[in-house]
């Protein structure tokens, strides 16, 4: 079964540091998202991306993070200076958009901000 | 019964049991909602689906059912197992618009032996 891959899978920073979350969407899915999940807490919108531009962003997405889908398969986030508050679990996710319109998850990165 | 935790209402059932999660949701113009299963350290898992035009639908020992006036969710598992223990979220979208889901605050099941 089609999956979405993300790296790392945990990744311990700095505060201040830049990170990069990388992602691998299913690879005839055509929009593409990042949710954040803070430790036992609700599953976060942060930004949708579709036909190489950012759909819809949330409160959360602001300066600090950027998008980018470097080539045609992976999809990235990137998150610049690192704040204690950033300390979460980061889902990727896909969607096909002509099918069931279901978003499919990756396993998440979790991320440690120091 | 269900309990608030700390984080997350729990509900706990003996295995075996009928398990019955809910969920409100805030849109009115939401069209279209999932139950997703969250396992300790692992992404949402896709159940079941239902759109606003629908008001039950079943999958295999799931049901959903959907209250469009109150703005109601359900999930229902039949004959829950062990591996059903998990966190269970909504999520609602509004296809009319940008394809974004916002998901509920989640009740975490834990099925008793």
């Known amino acids: 079964e089609p999956e979405v891959t993300q790296t790392p899978s945990h990744q311990v920073t700095q505060m201040g540091q830049e990170v990069i979350l990388r992602c691998v969407p299913i690879?005839?899915?055509?929009?593409f998202y990042w949710y954040r999940q803070i430790l036992g807490q609700k599953v976060e919108f942060l930004v949708s991306?579709?036909?190489?531009?950012?759909?819809?962003k949330s409160e959360i997405f602001d300066d600090q993070f950027s998008v980018e889908r470097p080539d045609g398969s992976n999809f990235t986030l990137k998150i610049r200076s690192t704040k204690l508050e950033d300390s979460a679990m980061y889902f990727c996710?896909?969607?096909?958009?002509?099918?069931?319109?279901?978003?499919?998850f990756g396993a998440g990165s979790r991320l440690t901000v120091l | 019964g269900e309990s608030v935790g700390l984080h997350l209402p729990t509900l706990s059932v003996q295995e075996g049991d009928n398990s019955i999660i809910n969920c409100a949701y805030s849109?009115?113009?939401?069209?279209?909602f999932i139950w997703y299963k969250q396992e300790s350290g692992k992404g949402p898992q896709f159940i079941i689906d239902?759109?606003?035009?629908?008001d039950k639908r079943q999958g295999q020992r799931v049901t959903v059912l959907l209250n469009k006036t109150v703005k109601h969710l359900s999930l229902q598992i039949a004959a829950t197992q062990p591996g059903d223990s998990a966190v269970y979220f909504c999520?609602?979208?509004?296809?009319?618009?940008?394809?974004?889901?916002?998901f509920g605050t989640g009740t975490r099941l834990k099925v008793l032996a």
């Open positions: 239902i759109r606003s035009n629908m």
């Open positions: 991306f579709y036909n190489n531009e950012i759909s819809e």
């Open positions: 849109n009115s113009a939401s069209d279209y």
């Open positions: 999520a609602e979208s509004n296809f009319s618009g940008t394809y974004k889901y916002i």
């Open positions: 996710a896909s969607m096909e958009l002509t099918g069931a319109n279901v978003l499919t």
């Open positions: 690879s005839n899915h055509l929009y």
